[in-house]
């Protein structure tokens, strides 16, 4: 009779013996897999976020198709003003050119003198370029996130800038209140009054917020932001 001692630490004794050899395997087998069981497995890092995916979780498929497809909107929206109206898009200079975002897009809060362009038309009623009066338009600090509202007429956009992958852009993402409404519907409440675009800082002192296919007759809106000189205490 002899002692036999397996590597995974298992004693045993060893006979000879047909019917013990059996069960002495399959005590082995089983040590062995234990053994292995026990051995520490890898752990699975679940991939970080990226800063679009933040506000892509936010958005609606609709208004991400939208944002997707803003290069068309410059390009089909210019185009259609410049056929009636190119002396008046080229002196708005920075504000109507494209690819002029800068670094560091994030505005300071406080309230803004706004002004809306509208460029293109999606049907053949209405002017292919169209500039509304000044107005008054606040910029706020809501938790982690800005905020961005028109103050006075009978449509006011509001909405929060998103982060994005790409650093001279934020995302705009709100919705319009209209007539005497006191609040504006919450973001996706109502897809009809959803808004989405890209805010921009394209001069000191100058931003935009560029909204392509607008659920209106025009292409593009182009919102001019320029603080007020005496900020409100």
Known sequence: MLVATDPGQCHFWFVASRGLIIILALSLAACTTAAETDKPRPSIIAEPQTKADVWEGVATDADKQRIERLGLAWQEGLQDAHKTAGKEVDAEGALLRPRAGL????????????????????????????????????????????????????????????????????????????????????YAEDPKRDM??????????????????????????????????????
């Open 196 to 233: 989405a675009g890209v805010f921009e800082r394209i001069a000191p002192f100058k931003w935009r917020l560029v909204i392509p296919w607008p659920q209106s007759n025009s292409k593009l809106d182009v919102f001019e932001l320029t603080p007020v000189t005496q900020q409100p205490q």
């Open 103 to 186: 670094a560091r897009p994030a505005p300071t809060p406080g309230s803004y003198n706004c002004r809306l362009i509208k460029l293109g038309r999606v049907n053949s009623k209405g002017p292919a370029f169209e500039r509304f009066k000044p107005f008054f338009c606040y910029v706020e600090v809501e938790g982690d996130l800005l905020t961005i509202v028109k103050q006075t007429g009978s449509q006011r956009p509001a909405g929060r800038l998103w982060e994005d992958d790409r650093p001279e852009r934020l995302i705009f993402l709100g919705s319009l209140a209209l007539g005497d409404e006191d609040q504006p519907l919450a």
